[in-house]
């Protein structure tokens, strides 16, 4: 079973606007984390945001959050007033486990974001 | 400043040759990972490693192996190399504290002929 899933293969949006990447998962654990990683066309691989399942509050990196809706198992990331330089993939991923538990983490298959000017 | 490195950065080998693409990291983290990235399969994870002579297989092991002797290096070895290894690979590190957030190299582009 598909424990991370990323509905939207591409997305297009215009420059400024907020913008909502959908994430949902599956695990039976009550212990985990999510993350967010940005891919520019570059290749790197770039740390976005984290969220523990234990977490009372969503988090926030900058443009970024992170909506957390445990009972609904999704943890959509959001990009308040979008750039040229968000053009990129994104990919959702997730830790099972409590922190410092198992490391391993399973990634979604991305969502292409393409910003227009 | 730490960093994580991968070599060779590009590399076009031929089907049944064995391949060994490095990682190395200096973050002195204990959690090292492989993983491979094709289109429409986002990142798996091949091998990963949470400490010296620590090794464990993921989700696409087959036709791969590593080794961890200390704790800047992961190796990723493919015995014989095939069509389908045609990929790219991260490997990526990770220190077990509170968010256990991974950091990535650059990544290898492996092409097999």
């Known amino acids: 079973a598909q424990k991370i899933t990323q509905t939207q293969p591409g997305m297009f949006v215009q420059e400024k606007e907020a913008v909502t990447l959908d994430c949902t998962y599956d695990?039976?654990?009550?212990?985990?984390?999510l993350f967010w990683y940005k891919q520019p066309s570059s290749g790197e691989m770039i740390f976005l945001i984290y969220?523990?399942?234990?977490?009372?509050q969503n988090a926030t990196e900058g443009r970024y959050s992170l909506n957390f809706q445990k009972a609904r198992k999704s943890a959509n990331l959001v990009i308040s007033a979008s750039q040229l330089g968000d053009s990129a993939m994104y990919f959702c991923?997730?830790?099972?486990?409590?922190?410092?538990?198992?490391?391993?983490?399973?990634f979604g298959q991305g969502t292409r974001l393409t910003i227009n000017p | 400043d730490a960093e994580i490195t991968q070599s060779p950065r590009h590399k076009i080998t031929e089907t049944g040759r064995q391949v060994t693409l490095a990682c190395h990291q200096t973050?002195?983290?204990?959690?090292m990972f492989w993983y491979r990235q094709d289109l429409g399969h986002g990142l798996r994870l091949i091998h990963y490693?949470?400490?010296?002579?620590?090794?464990n297989k993921g989700e696409v092991s087959d036709g791969y192996s590593v080794s961890r002797s200390n704790t800047e290096d992961l190796p990723l070895t493919l015995e014989s190399a095939a069509s389908s290894q045609t990929s790219v690979y991260f490997c990526?590190?990770?220190?077990?504290?509170?968010?256990?957030?991974?950091?990535f190299g650059p990544g290898t582009r492996l092409t097999v002929t």
């Open positions: 695990t039976s654990d009550q212990s985990y984390g």
């Open positions: 973050w002195n983290h204990n959690n």
């Open positions: 990526a590190s990770s220190d077990p504290g509170t968010r256990n957030e991974q950091y």
């Open positions: 991923a997730m830790r099972e486990g409590g922190e410092g538990g198992a490391q391993k983490l399973v």
């Open positions: 969220q523990g399942s234990y977490d009372e």
């Open positions: 490693s949470y400490g010296v002579h620590d090794t």
